[in-house]
């Protein structure tokens, strides 16, 4: 049986949603992409300028990805409602990453105000992600108030640090009824694979693909170790012990001389 996830009605085999910023061109970023066989793109809504005489991200974007305009640059609810009114005018579609942040030095999205923009953009009927700091309390509320998923940070956006939030993450995967997506600072594939063995429903990665020496061989090494943590954790993973436990008898091999 096919292992998918389910967004408002969309079906998805690839659990490793890619972000579009620092790639080198947009002709990397597509082949990073393609190779990955991406099924989620996050584009900030500044890049997706249909009526630009340059060149346009969205072109460079496979059509068999699901576009996910992010509110990059929003510091308050009300500046996250507007772009993500004027991405859905312009043709990008109703799938919407909040993205609240006020804090220049961290990066640290702003939870209440995020808050205030998922009470609003899912009445309206978008399908939106708020980025979070992982907290239950306020990923309990986002759900109540109709979010798509939540997506708690393993640590600072690019920082590339890893899951320094797991047993906040892991809080959040048992308690919410939604899928846990988590969106910023992992590093290297074996973190993205430790979020999916942990039970995420998917992983967001840009700096960490972008800006590698080889973003298209980075992309796949990504997606691999995505498929492989899901495949763990499906399989289910043996819990912990803390003394050993022989694989083969110890005994019966050996004869005492009598």
Known sequence: ME???????KKISNRLFIGTGKFA???LMKRALEEANAEVATVALRRADAGSKTENIMDYVPKTCQIMINTS???????????ARLAKAAGAGNWIKIEVIRDNKYLLPDNLETLKAV???????????PYMSPDLSIGRRMAEAGAGAVMPLGSPIGSNRGVKTRELIEIMINEIKLPVIVDAGLGKPSEACECM?????????N?????????VKMAQAFSAS????????LSGIP???KIASASSPLTGFLRENK
């Open 197 to 205: 063995e942990l039970g995420c429903a998917a992983v967001l990665v």
């Open 239 to 241: 819990v912990t012990g």
């Open 226 to 233: 995505v498929y492989a943590g899901r495949l763990a954790y």
């Open 25 to 27: 061109s947009y002709a």
């Open 73 to 83: 640059g929003a510091r308050n609810a009300e500046e996250a409602v507007r772009i």
């Open 3 to 9: 292992d998918l996830l389910e967004i408002a009605g």
């Open 207 to 215: 700096t960490a693909i972008a800006v590698s020496e080889d973003p």
């Open 119 to 129: 009470e609003i953009l899912a009445k309206e009927g978008f399908v939106v992600f």
